[in-house]
């Protein structure tokens, strides 16, 4: 099991431009939660959803921030017309009974 | 590659117990290590360690680095029902940060 994969790990894009972040959870787990690490801080939480489903998405800007994760394929925190302020560490964690939690070695992206 | 170990998985103490939860990491380009608890979809944030042999303290919670030893160690003292929760340890590198298993802590009336 490689545990909970994110991708990429780095990535840059200019101002305005869609960021798409991905992860795929460990095998078997159908609970993701995403997490926005900016420098300094504590992780705060954004979004969790389960297969095909949006449970709690009170930590996500309601602007220009969405995430799915749908029946196959990974988990997609997709980020439009990004701004420099949306630069950070963006990790994700999955769980079997979302009592337990593997988080993934997060993405980082820089906005320039 | 990187890598960050905690022990015990998981532990079962009586209130009043004083609890000592490990970490251990290899990374490249250390910078910090962080302690966070877990009870529901939000880490709270602990501790942020980059000072070997300096203790951090908060309330009845305690946190030391080693970095000759790469390890840390989380001290909860006079344990309460409250203090239930994953404690999960993470070490962040200039490029990365890799998060441990965590140690389920269960603290029994």
């Known amino acids: 099991n490689a545990g909970v994969m994110q991708n990429p790990r780095h990535l840059v894009r200019r101002r305005g431009q869609e960021a798409r972040l991905r992860c795929s959870p460990m095998?078997?787990?159908?609970?993701v939660y995403w997490y926005r690490q900016l420098p300094e801080e504590g992780l705060k939480f954004m979004v969790y959803?389960?297969?095909?489903?949006?449970?709690?998405e009170s930590g996500m800007p309601k602007e220009r921030f969405s995430a799915e994760f749908p029946k196959e394929g990974p988990s997609i925190l997709r980020i439009q017309q990004v701004v420099r302020g949306d630069s950070a560490a963006y990790f994700c964690?999955?769980?079997?009974?979302?009592?337990?939690?593997?988080f993934g070695s997060g993405t980082r992206l820089t906005v320039v | 590659e990187d890598k960050v170990v905690q022990s015990p998985l998981s532990l079962v103490v009586h209130e009043g117990d004083t609890v000592t939860l490990n970490c251990s990491y290899e990374v490249t380009n250390f910078r910090s290590l962080l302690w966070y608890k877990q009870e529901k979809k939000a880490p709270t944030f602990l501790f942020m360690l980059t000072s070997s042999g300096i203790e951090k303290k908060s309330g009845r919670l305690s946190s030391i680095l080693d970095k000759k030893e790469l390890s840390s160690i989380l001290n909860i003292t006079a344990t309460q029902t409250g203090d239930s929760a994953i404690y999960l340890c993470a070490v962040e590198a200039f490029s990365d940060m890799r998060f441990g298993a965590g140690t389920r802590l269960t603290v029994k009336p």
């Open positions: 964690a999955s769980s079997e009974d979302s009592r337990t939690y593997t």
């Open positions: 959803l389960q297969k095909e489903n949006i449970i709690d």
């Open positions: 095998k078997g787990h159908s609970h």
